[in-house]
Protein backbone atom coordinates (compact mmCIF):
# COMPACT_ATOMS: atom_id res chain seq x y z
CA UNK A 1 0.00 0.00 0.00
CA UNK A 2 1.46 3.37 -1.19
CA UNK A 3 0.63 6.84 0.70
CA UNK A 4 1.59 10.13 -0.87
CA UNK A 5 3.53 12.47 1.55
CA UNK A 6 4.42 17.01 0.98
CA UNK A 7 6.54 17.92 3.12
CA UNK A 8 9.32 15.19 3.84
CA UNK A 9 11.68 15.89 6.36
CA UNK A 10 14.93 17.27 4.57
CA UNK A 11 17.58 14.84 6.12
CA UNK A 12 15.34 11.89 5.51
CA UNK A 13 14.97 12.78 1.60
CA UNK A 14 18.86 13.01 1.93
CA UNK A 15 19.73 10.05 3.15
CA UNK A 16 17.48 8.10 0.74
CA UNK A 17 18.89 9.91 -2.08
CA UNK A 18 22.47 9.61 -0.88
CA UNK A 19 22.17 5.58 -0.69
CA UNK A 20 20.08 5.76 -3.95
CA UNK A 21 21.78 4.45 -7.07
CA UNK A 22 20.37 7.14 -8.69
CA UNK A 23 21.94 9.64 -6.37
CA UNK A 24 22.78 12.99 -7.96
CA UNK A 25 23.29 16.51 -6.61
CA UNK A 26 20.27 18.15 -7.85
CA UNK A 27 17.96 16.29 -6.02
CA UNK A 28 19.72 17.05 -2.55
CA UNK A 29 17.53 19.21 -0.86
CA UNK A 30 20.02 21.97 -0.35
CA UNK A 31 20.20 22.23 -3.96
CA UNK A 32 16.43 24.37 -3.41
CA UNK A 33 18.78 26.85 -1.75
CA UNK A 34 20.78 27.63 -4.76
CA UNK A 35 17.76 27.56 -7.07
CA UNK A 36 16.10 30.34 -4.53
CA UNK A 37 14.41 32.03 -7.18
CA UNK A 38 12.08 29.06 -7.56
CA UNK A 39 9.38 28.25 -4.94
CA UNK A 40 9.86 23.62 -3.49
CA UNK A 41 8.91 21.05 -2.55
CA UNK A 42 10.12 17.81 -0.82
CA UNK A 43 7.74 14.93 -1.85
CA UNK A 44 8.00 11.28 -1.40
CA UNK A 45 5.95 7.70 -1.32
CA UNK A 46 6.10 5.44 1.00
CA UNK A 47 5.08 1.63 1.18
CA UNK A 48 4.64 0.03 5.04
CA UNK A 49 6.21 3.48 6.41
CA UNK A 50 9.33 2.93 3.92
CA UNK A 51 10.30 5.99 1.87
CA UNK A 52 10.57 4.18 -1.63
CA UNK A 53 10.23 7.04 -3.75
CA UNK A 54 11.28 10.87 -3.24
CA UNK A 55 11.45 14.37 -5.20
CA UNK A 56 12.78 17.74 -4.84
CA UNK A 57 10.20 19.65 -6.34
CA UNK A 58 11.33 23.01 -7.91
CA UNK A 59 8.48 25.60 -8.40
CA UNK A 60 8.28 28.47 -10.94
CA UNK A 61 5.72 31.61 -11.47
CA UNK A 62 4.63 31.69 -14.78
CA UNK A 63 2.39 34.98 -16.11
CA UNK A 64 -0.93 34.77 -15.10
CA UNK A 65 -0.62 33.34 -12.02
CA UNK A 66 0.04 29.57 -13.75
CA UNK A 67 3.27 27.60 -12.74
CA UNK A 68 5.52 24.93 -13.72
CA UNK A 69 6.95 22.32 -11.61
CA UNK A 70 10.52 21.11 -12.51
CA UNK A 71 12.56 17.90 -10.87
CA UNK A 72 15.86 18.53 -12.11
CA UNK A 73 16.96 14.65 -12.50
CA UNK A 74 14.58 13.39 -10.25
CA UNK A 75 12.09 11.75 -9.37
CA UNK A 76 14.79 9.10 -7.23
CA UNK A 77 13.13 5.84 -7.01
CA UNK A 78 12.85 1.88 -8.71
CA UNK A 79 11.31 2.82 -12.62
CA UNK A 80 11.45 -0.66 -13.33
CA UNK A 81 7.93 -0.85 -10.66
CA UNK A 82 5.18 0.11 -13.06
CA UNK A 83 2.96 1.03 -10.48
CA UNK A 84 5.28 2.95 -7.99
CA UNK A 85 5.99 5.10 -11.43
CA UNK A 86 2.11 5.32 -12.12
CA UNK A 87 1.39 6.33 -8.19
CA UNK A 88 4.13 9.03 -8.56
CA UNK A 89 2.63 10.43 -11.37
CA UNK A 90 -0.83 10.51 -10.18
CA UNK A 91 0.66 12.27 -7.35
CA UNK A 92 2.67 14.81 -8.99
CA UNK A 93 -0.38 15.62 -11.47
CA UNK A 94 -2.39 16.45 -8.52
CA UNK A 95 0.49 18.30 -7.04
CA UNK A 96 0.32 20.48 -10.04
CA UNK A 97 -2.55 20.66 -9.85
CA UNK A 98 -2.73 22.33 -6.67
CA UNK A 99 0.05 24.72 -7.55
CA UNK A 100 -2.16 25.82 -10.80
CA UNK A 101 0.67 24.21 -13.42
CA UNK A 102 0.46 23.69 -16.48
CA UNK A 103 2.64 20.51 -16.43
CA UNK A 104 5.50 18.70 -14.17
CA UNK A 105 8.48 18.35 -16.27
CA UNK A 106 11.60 15.85 -15.19
CA UNK A 107 14.31 14.25 -16.66
CA UNK A 108 15.35 11.40 -14.39
CA UNK A 109 18.63 10.33 -14.24
CA UNK A 110 18.50 6.98 -16.18
CA UNK A 111 21.05 6.33 -18.65
CA UNK A 112 20.02 5.47 -22.47
CA UNK A 113 23.73 4.86 -23.72
CA UNK A 114 27.23 4.60 -21.65
CA UNK A 115 30.50 4.33 -23.93
CA UNK A 116 33.81 5.37 -24.17
CA UNK A 117 34.88 7.70 -27.26
CA UNK A 118 36.11 4.95 -30.19
CA UNK A 119 34.21 1.89 -28.46
CA UNK A 120 31.00 0.62 -29.41
CA UNK A 121 28.18 2.40 -28.30
CA UNK A 122 25.29 0.11 -27.38
CA UNK A 123 21.51 0.98 -25.37
CA UNK A 124 21.76 0.49 -21.81
CA UNK A 125 19.44 -2.62 -20.65
CA UNK A 126 16.27 -1.27 -19.45
CA UNK A 127 15.92 2.44 -20.58
CA UNK A 128 13.37 2.43 -23.32
CA UNK A 129 11.60 -0.09 -21.06
CA UNK A 130 11.86 2.99 -18.77
CA UNK A 131 10.72 5.57 -21.01
CA UNK A 132 7.50 2.68 -21.75
CA UNK A 133 6.46 2.96 -17.72
CA UNK A 134 6.83 6.74 -17.76
CA UNK A 135 4.70 7.36 -21.02
CA UNK A 136 2.30 4.75 -19.35
CA UNK A 137 2.10 6.48 -16.51
CA UNK A 138 0.90 9.39 -18.65
CA UNK A 139 4.05 11.71 -19.08
CA UNK A 140 5.24 12.90 -22.92
CA UNK A 141 8.16 12.07 -23.83
CA UNK A 142 10.30 14.67 -25.40
CA UNK A 143 12.57 12.25 -27.31
CA UNK A 144 16.24 12.03 -27.81
CA UNK A 145 16.71 15.58 -28.51
CA UNK A 146 20.06 16.70 -29.96
CA UNK A 147 20.61 20.30 -29.09
CA UNK A 148 21.65 21.59 -25.90
CA UNK A 149 19.07 24.25 -25.50
CA UNK A 150 16.22 21.72 -26.29
CA UNK A 151 16.47 20.06 -22.58
CA UNK A 152 17.17 21.90 -18.90
CA UNK A 153 19.75 19.58 -18.13
CA UNK A 154 22.30 18.43 -20.98
CA UNK A 155 21.27 14.68 -22.28
CA UNK A 156 25.06 13.85 -23.02
CA UNK A 157 27.78 14.29 -19.86
CA UNK A 158 31.54 13.51 -19.50
CA UNK A 159 31.83 11.15 -16.54
CA UNK A 160 34.87 9.66 -14.48
CA UNK A 161 34.90 6.78 -12.27
CA UNK A 162 37.29 6.56 -9.66
CA UNK A 163 38.26 2.87 -11.51
CA UNK A 164 38.84 4.13 -14.50
CA UNK A 165 41.38 7.24 -13.02
CA UNK A 166 44.98 7.50 -12.04
CA UNK A 167 48.10 9.22 -13.66
CA UNK A 168 49.14 5.81 -14.36
CA UNK A 169 45.79 5.09 -16.78
CA UNK A 170 46.32 8.79 -18.48
CA UNK A 171 47.57 8.24 -22.27
CA UNK A 172 51.15 9.62 -22.90
CA UNK A 173 49.88 13.41 -23.98
CA UNK A 174 47.55 14.12 -21.35
CA UNK A 175 51.35 13.06 -19.03
CA UNK A 176 53.22 15.17 -21.02
CA UNK A 177 50.84 18.36 -20.42
CA UNK A 178 50.84 17.41 -16.56
CA UNK A 179 54.86 17.83 -16.41
CA UNK A 180 54.89 20.64 -18.75
CA UNK A 181 52.53 22.19 -15.81
CA UNK A 182 54.62 20.84 -13.28
CA UNK A 183 58.29 21.63 -14.32
CA UNK A 184 56.80 25.29 -15.86
CA UNK A 185 56.07 26.16 -11.77
CA UNK A 186 52.58 25.34 -11.93
CA UNK A 187 50.78 25.12 -8.36
CA UNK A 188 47.50 24.06 -7.25
CA UNK A 189 45.95 25.40 -3.98
CA UNK A 190 42.47 24.04 -2.50
CA UNK A 191 40.19 26.47 -0.77
CA UNK A 192 36.68 27.58 -0.07
CA UNK A 193 35.55 31.14 -0.05
CA UNK A 194 38.44 32.65 0.58
CA UNK A 195 39.58 31.91 -3.33
CA UNK A 196 35.93 33.55 -4.73
CA UNK A 197 36.54 36.52 -6.04
CA UNK A 198 39.81 34.95 -7.77
CA UNK A 199 37.66 32.35 -9.66
CA UNK A 200 35.37 34.75 -10.69
CA UNK A 201 38.04 36.68 -12.20
CA UNK A 202 39.12 33.41 -13.63
CA UNK A 203 35.75 32.97 -14.65
CA UNK A 204 35.20 36.56 -16.23
CA UNK A 205 38.24 36.11 -18.37
CA UNK A 206 36.53 32.72 -19.88
CA UNK A 207 33.08 34.62 -20.69
CA UNK A 208 34.87 36.87 -22.43
CA UNK A 209 37.04 34.18 -24.44
CA UNK A 210 33.90 31.98 -25.64
CA UNK A 211 31.44 34.87 -25.80
CA UNK A 212 29.41 33.43 -23.16
CA UNK A 213 27.53 35.05 -19.74
CA UNK A 214 28.36 32.47 -17.13
CA UNK A 215 28.05 33.50 -13.38
CA UNK A 216 29.02 35.90 -11.15
CA UNK A 217 30.74 36.11 -7.14
CA UNK A 218 27.57 35.72 -5.17
CA UNK A 219 26.31 32.45 -7.20
CA UNK A 220 29.80 30.97 -6.07
CA UNK A 221 29.62 32.65 -2.52
CA UNK A 222 26.13 30.79 -2.46
CA UNK A 223 26.84 27.44 -4.07
CA UNK A 224 29.87 27.16 -0.99
CA UNK A 225 27.92 28.33 1.25
CA UNK A 226 25.48 26.38 0.77
CA UNK A 227 27.58 23.12 0.60
CA UNK A 228 30.60 24.15 3.02
CA UNK A 229 31.68 20.82 3.44
CA UNK A 230 31.37 19.57 -0.17
CA UNK A 231 32.17 22.52 -2.34
CA UNK A 232 35.60 22.96 -3.49
CA UNK A 233 37.58 25.73 -5.29
CA UNK A 234 40.88 24.35 -7.00
CA UNK A 235 43.02 27.39 -8.40
CA UNK A 236 46.29 27.16 -10.74
CA UNK A 237 48.87 29.68 -9.26
CA UNK A 238 52.11 30.26 -11.41
CA UNK A 239 54.49 32.79 -8.89
CA UNK A 240 56.04 34.84 -12.08
CA UNK A 241 59.30 35.89 -10.09
CA UNK A 242 60.55 32.33 -9.59
CA UNK A 243 59.60 31.46 -13.05
CA UNK A 244 61.54 34.83 -14.76
CA UNK A 245 64.78 33.76 -12.44
CA UNK A 246 64.89 30.03 -14.21
CA UNK A 247 64.45 31.79 -17.45
CA UNK A 248 66.90 33.93 -16.99
CA UNK A 249 69.45 30.53 -15.14
CA UNK A 250 68.03 28.95 -18.77
CA UNK A 251 69.10 32.11 -20.84
CA UNK A 252 72.61 32.63 -19.27
CA UNK A 253 73.72 28.40 -19.60
CA UNK A 254 72.28 28.85 -22.94
CA UNK A 255 74.39 32.23 -24.13
CA UNK A 256 77.52 30.09 -22.37
CA UNK A 257 76.74 27.24 -24.90
CA UNK A 258 76.29 28.63 -27.64
CA UNK A 259 79.87 30.50 -26.83
CA UNK A 260 81.61 27.32 -26.59
CA UNK A 261 80.49 25.47 -29.77
CA UNK A 262 82.71 25.13 -32.68
CA UNK A 263 82.46 26.77 -36.19
CA UNK A 264 81.31 23.17 -37.70
CA UNK A 265 78.89 22.12 -35.05
CA UNK A 266 75.99 24.22 -37.47
CA UNK A 267 72.76 22.32 -36.38
CA UNK A 268 73.23 22.57 -32.67
CA UNK A 269 73.95 26.63 -33.59
CA UNK A 270 71.02 26.68 -35.30
CA UNK A 271 68.86 24.93 -32.24
CA UNK A 272 70.73 26.96 -29.75
CA UNK A 273 70.02 30.27 -31.41
CA UNK A 274 66.32 29.25 -31.83
CA UNK A 275 65.95 28.52 -27.92
CA UNK A 276 68.22 31.68 -27.04
CA UNK A 277 65.70 33.91 -29.00
CA UNK A 278 62.49 31.98 -27.45
CA UNK A 279 63.36 32.61 -23.73
CA UNK A 280 64.73 35.65 -24.31
CA UNK A 281 61.02 36.48 -25.70
CA UNK A 282 59.91 34.34 -22.69
CA UNK A 283 61.77 36.71 -20.21
CA UNK A 284 60.17 40.11 -21.89
CA UNK A 285 56.89 38.56 -21.80
CA UNK A 286 57.56 37.63 -18.40
CA UNK A 287 59.08 40.48 -17.30
CA UNK A 288 55.70 42.83 -18.20
CA UNK A 289 53.38 40.37 -16.74
CA UNK A 290 55.30 40.75 -12.96
CA UNK A 291 55.22 44.61 -13.42
CA UNK A 292 51.70 44.32 -14.77
CA UNK A 293 50.21 41.71 -11.87
CA UNK A 294 52.45 41.12 -9.13
CA UNK A 295 54.93 38.68 -8.51
CA UNK A 296 52.31 35.55 -8.36
CA UNK A 297 49.49 35.26 -10.67
CA UNK A 298 46.05 32.95 -10.51
CA UNK A 299 45.74 31.49 -13.99
CA UNK A 300 42.87 28.77 -14.26
CA UNK A 301 40.15 27.58 -11.66
CA UNK A 302 37.42 25.05 -11.19
CA UNK A 303 34.18 24.47 -8.35
CA UNK A 304 33.43 21.40 -7.75
CA UNK A 305 30.66 19.88 -4.96
CA UNK A 306 30.86 16.30 -3.57
CA UNK A 307 27.64 14.89 -3.03
CA UNK A 308 27.01 11.34 -1.77
CA UNK A 309 29.60 9.27 -4.31
CA UNK A 310 29.23 11.80 -7.27
CA UNK A 311 31.13 15.09 -7.77
CA UNK A 312 29.97 17.66 -10.06
CA UNK A 313 32.79 19.95 -11.70
CA UNK A 314 30.46 22.93 -11.88
CA UNK A 315 32.18 25.51 -13.19
CA UNK A 316 36.10 25.29 -14.75
CA UNK A 317 38.09 28.43 -16.52
CA UNK A 318 41.31 29.40 -17.59
CA UNK A 319 43.51 32.59 -18.63
CA UNK A 320 44.29 31.96 -21.93
CA UNK A 321 47.26 34.20 -22.14
CA UNK A 322 49.04 31.58 -19.63
CA UNK A 323 47.85 28.61 -22.51
CA UNK A 324 51.00 27.41 -22.77
CA UNK A 325 52.29 26.15 -19.12
CA UNK A 326 49.05 23.75 -19.42
CA UNK A 327 46.96 24.56 -16.39
CA UNK A 328 43.58 23.67 -17.24
CA UNK A 329 45.32 20.16 -16.86
CA UNK A 330 46.78 19.95 -13.09
CA UNK A 331 43.92 21.78 -12.20
CA UNK A 332 41.35 19.45 -13.63
CA UNK A 333 43.86 16.38 -12.53
CA UNK A 334 43.88 17.68 -8.85
CA UNK A 335 40.06 18.26 -8.66
CA UNK A 336 39.66 15.00 -9.85
CA UNK A 337 42.15 13.94 -7.08
CA UNK A 338 40.34 15.42 -4.13
CA UNK A 339 37.07 14.52 -4.99
CA UNK A 340 37.66 10.61 -5.02
CA UNK A 341 39.72 11.34 -2.15
CA UNK A 342 36.64 13.26 -0.47
CA UNK A 343 34.45 9.93 -1.40
CA UNK A 344 32.82 10.23 -4.66
CA UNK A 345 32.96 7.09 -7.11
CA UNK A 346 32.26 9.36 -10.00
CA UNK A 347 33.19 12.84 -10.99
CA UNK A 348 30.96 14.73 -14.23
CA UNK A 349 32.70 16.46 -15.88
CA UNK A 350 30.28 18.69 -17.26
CA UNK A 351 27.55 18.81 -20.49
CA UNK A 352 28.70 17.78 -24.08
CA UNK A 353 26.84 18.59 -27.20
CA UNK A 354 25.09 15.23 -29.16
CA UNK A 355 27.13 15.68 -31.66
CA UNK A 356 30.19 15.35 -29.57
CA UNK A 357 32.48 16.87 -31.92
CA UNK A 358 33.45 19.92 -29.97
CA UNK A 359 36.35 21.41 -28.85
CA UNK A 360 35.87 21.22 -25.15
CA UNK A 361 35.25 17.10 -25.18
CA UNK A 362 38.77 16.44 -26.69
CA UNK A 363 40.06 18.44 -23.78
CA UNK A 364 37.62 15.99 -20.96
CA UNK A 365 38.61 13.06 -23.26
CA UNK A 366 42.13 13.54 -21.48
CA UNK A 367 40.52 12.05 -18.03
CA UNK A 368 39.51 8.57 -19.74
CA UNK A 369 35.64 9.82 -19.13
CA UNK A 370 32.77 7.39 -19.79
CA UNK A 371 30.20 9.33 -22.34
CA UNK A 372 26.62 8.97 -20.72
CA UNK A 373 23.51 9.54 -22.54
CA UNK A 374 20.21 10.41 -20.38
CA UNK A 375 17.17 9.86 -21.52
CA UNK A 376 15.68 13.10 -21.83
CA UNK A 377 12.71 15.15 -20.40
CA UNK A 378 9.17 14.14 -19.75
CA UNK A 379 6.29 16.84 -18.92
CA UNK A 380 3.44 15.54 -16.99
CA UNK A 381 0.16 17.70 -18.01
CA UNK A 382 -1.62 19.07 -15.08
CA UNK A 383 -4.02 20.68 -17.58
CA UNK A 384 -4.39 18.76 -20.91
CA UNK A 385 -5.67 22.37 -22.56
CA UNK A 386 -3.08 24.74 -21.45
CA UNK A 387 -0.49 21.92 -21.70
CA UNK A 388 -1.23 21.21 -24.79
CA UNK A 389 -1.33 25.52 -25.42
CA UNK A 390 1.76 26.06 -24.19
CA UNK A 391 3.88 23.14 -26.18
CA UNK A 392 2.52 24.74 -29.63
CA UNK A 393 3.09 28.35 -27.88
CA UNK A 394 7.05 26.93 -27.20
CA UNK A 395 7.55 25.39 -30.16
CA UNK A 396 6.18 28.56 -32.70
CA UNK A 397 8.79 30.37 -30.35
CA UNK A 398 11.61 27.93 -31.39
CA UNK A 399 10.97 28.12 -34.91
CA UNK A 400 11.13 31.88 -34.86
CA UNK A 401 14.52 31.52 -33.25
CA UNK A 402 16.00 29.14 -35.71
CA UNK A 403 14.54 31.28 -38.77
CA UNK A 404 15.94 34.11 -37.06
Known amino acids: MYTFKIGLDPAEHDEYVKTHPLAILLQSSAWAKVKDNWESELVGVYENKRLVASAQVLIRKLILGVTMLYLPRGPIMDYTN ?162 YKKTQVRYQENEQALAKLKENQVKKRRQLEELQISLERELTELQEKKERFGAKVIIAGTLTIVFAKTSEILYAGMDESYKRYMPAYLTWFTTLQEAFAQGATTSNLGGLEASLNDGLL ?43
Open 362 to 404: KFKNNFNPTIEEFIGEFDLPANKFFFTLSQWAYKMKKHRRKKG
Open 82 to 243: EFLVKFMMKHLRLLGKSRKALFVKMDPAIKYRAFKLGEEEKILTQAENIIQVLQNAGTKWQGLTKEMADTVQPRFQANVYQEDFSEEQLSKKTKQMLCTARKKGVMIKKGGLEFVSQFAEIMKKTEKRKGVLLRGVSYYEKLLQTFPKQAFIMLAELNLQEL
